[in-house]
């Protein structure tokens, strides 16, 4: 490991970059190196060089940024400033409705044949179903996001219209507005689709959608190979996510979306219940 390896810290930046905590960082080195330099110029500059290569290699340079960082521009009212590349810092919703209990699902999903039951014991996806999912994704990620959001809103299990926006789906009816990542849109509406022909009834199949994603190889949106990562997502729109900013995800290699998070079932009722507010209802 080179001297330089060991500065980095690849979980703040590159994909993992948090806007917010560098633009707060750079402005905090820009401060110290001017009041610097007013002592002494050559100080001043190296300050400026040092605090600089930190906050590029490291993505943040004054302790503990993470926890505040965020906080503080969402106070400003300045999130707006800061829109992401993939829209994948706002935290994904789930198309569920009705709640399902969830072993009452799991021998529903094994007696329509969606799961089957690998020669360990584990539970896995079917060939077959994982094949006429892999189909419906195919086919739903050569729509553009207007397209796919009028689709989504479709298969959605409430009533609900489509539109582009925040960088995602918006999915709003009557009784239900939820916001749902590219990735997620695709991998949903065609788990749905792909649960509705292996005869699924109709209420099991948006519950199952969360679930399933754990199963998925190939990046619902570009086709790209699905691995277990870690991402950083400290400016997002959950509170919870400030305390402990490195979620264990499942995300692809090649485009970098988010397709499950590993907190995303265990703890769905709290999560949604802090989210609250208008950037997640
Ligand atoms: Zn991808």
């Known amino acids: 490991m080179s001297l330089l390896d060991s500065v980095r810290r690849p979980e703040y930046t590159g994909e993992g970059r948090c806007w917010p905590c560098t633009a707060v960082n750079a402005f905090v080195v820009v401060v110290a190196a001017g009041v610097l330099s007013v002592l002494s110029v050559p100080v001043g500059v190296l300050a400026l060089g040092v605090g600089t290569a930190l906050v590029y290699l490291r993505g943040y340079v004054v302790p503990g940024t993470p926890a505040f960082a965020p906080r503080l521009v969402a106070s400003l ?17 789930d198309l569920t409705d009705e709640e399902v209990d969830g072993e009452e699902l799991i021998v529903v999903l094994l007696e329509t ?5 690998a020669p360990d014991g584990a539970l896995e996806l079917s060939a077959e179903f994982a094949e006429s999912w892999e189909r419906e994704m195919a086919a739903l990620r050569e729509w553009s996001d207007e397209e796919l959001a009028e689709i989504v809103a479709d298969a959605a299990p ?8 925040y960088g995602g789906l918006s999915i709003e009816g009557p009784t239900r507005a939820v916001w749902l990542s590219r990735v997620h849109g695709i991998a949903d509406a065609a788990a749905i689709r792909a649960l509705a022909a292996a005869g699924v009834p109709e209420r099991y199949r948006a519950y199952a959608t969360t ?3 754990m199963f998925v190889e190939t990046c619902p949106d570009c086709g790209g190979d699905v691995v277990e990562t870690t991402r ?8 919870s996510v ?9 995300a692809c290699e090649d485009c970098g979306a988010v397709v499950y998070r590993f907190d995303e079932t265990v703890d769905d009722e709290s999560a949604s219940e802090e989210e609250g507010g208008p950037q997640s209802v």
């Open 77 to 93: 009212g300045l999130q707006s400033l800061f829109p992401h590349a993939d829209g994948e810092a706002r935290r994904s919703d």
């Open 211 to 213: 679930p399933l994603r």
């Open 113 to 117: 044949g969606v799961l089957a039951e």
């Open 232 to 239: 950083s997502d400290c400016c997002g729109g959950s509170g």
């Open 242 to 250: 400030y305390d402990s900013p490195i979620d264990e995800v499942l």
């Open 158 to 165: 409430f009533e609900a219209s489509g539109e582009h926006a």
